[in-house]
């Protein structure tokens, strides 16, 4: 068998059985527009990437009170003083980390849990940490009600990353930092890819991490403009 029927095998065995179906009427044209315009007009091919895109409902994940605003090309306030990602950030990261199905991934800074469930149904099993306990609670009770029972969601400082759980095929922070975290670097795997918006409080840059068998390759992506990754190897 090839790798790619293997491939749309897992993906099928992940990303359709595994999600609750929740209620889009109203969210229907907006969501289409989102897959059209922001990501597959700016680029995103991945098709594991926009599949899940489409299957998981990011109205679910907005407060009630911004709701309308769900499929919005914009990043929206979670509470905290907080964000929920931009839709076009969230696919672009999700397909710099190159996952085919079989992964362990880390993602620091949970939020409202959108990203950790788009990498639920893209790996095999996420671990999600998020400094405040309000959001990381709610999050955890979102992926629940989905029915997406592949995500751990912890309470703690991210940039030290989960040593208890290393390595990590994939790690993705969402929060701009001023580097990127060694910690989290030394808990990726060989092979194993780590995105990270990193640079000024005001703007920084996508960048990935390979670790390779020879060593460590740095590329600098997009510009962006995160939220603070406050923490010990943070702000
Ligand atoms: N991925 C989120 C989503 O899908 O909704 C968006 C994340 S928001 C842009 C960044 C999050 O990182 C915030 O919730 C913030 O509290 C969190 N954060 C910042 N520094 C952190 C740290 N050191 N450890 C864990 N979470 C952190």
């Known amino acids: 068998m090839g790798d790619r029927a293997h491939d749309n095998e897992s993906h099928e065995y992940h990303a359709v059985p595994t999600i609750r179906r929740m209620s889009t009427e109203s969210h229907r044209q907006a969501w289409q527009d989102m897959i059209a315009r922001q990501l597959l007009g700016r680029g995103i091919r991945d098709k594991r990437v926009l599949d899940v895109m489409r299957t998981v409902p990011r109205h679910v994940f907005v407060p009630a009170h911004m709701r309308a605003k769900s499929y919005d090309d914009a990043p929206l306030a979670i509470g905290e003083g907080q964000t929920i990602s931009q839709p076009y ?5 999700s397909e710099m980390l190159e996952l085919k199905g079989s992964e362990r991934v880390l993602e620091v800074g949970t939020g409202s849990g959108y990203q950790a469930a788009i990498l639920g149904l893209l790996a095999r099993e996420v671990v999600s940490i998020e400094r405040h306990e309000s959001l990381a609670r709610k999050a955890q009770a979102t992926l629940k009600l989905l029915g997406i029972m592949n995500v751990e969601v912890r309470v703690d400082d991210g ?40 640079g000024p409080r005001e703007g920084q840059r996508i960048v990935r991490v390979r670790r390779t068998e020879q060593g460590i390759i740095e590329e600098e992506g997009i510009r962006c403009a995160f939220v603070p990754l406050i923490g010990e190897e943070g702000w």
């Open 89 to 93: 950030m969230v696919a672009l990261m």
């Open 159 to 198: 940039t030290l990353g989960a040593p208890d759980r290393a390595p990590f095929d994939g790690i993705i922070v969402t929060a701009g930092g001023p580097h990127v975290p060694d910690s989290l670097v030394d808990q990726l795997a060989v092979g194993g890819r780590l995105i990270c918006p990193v």
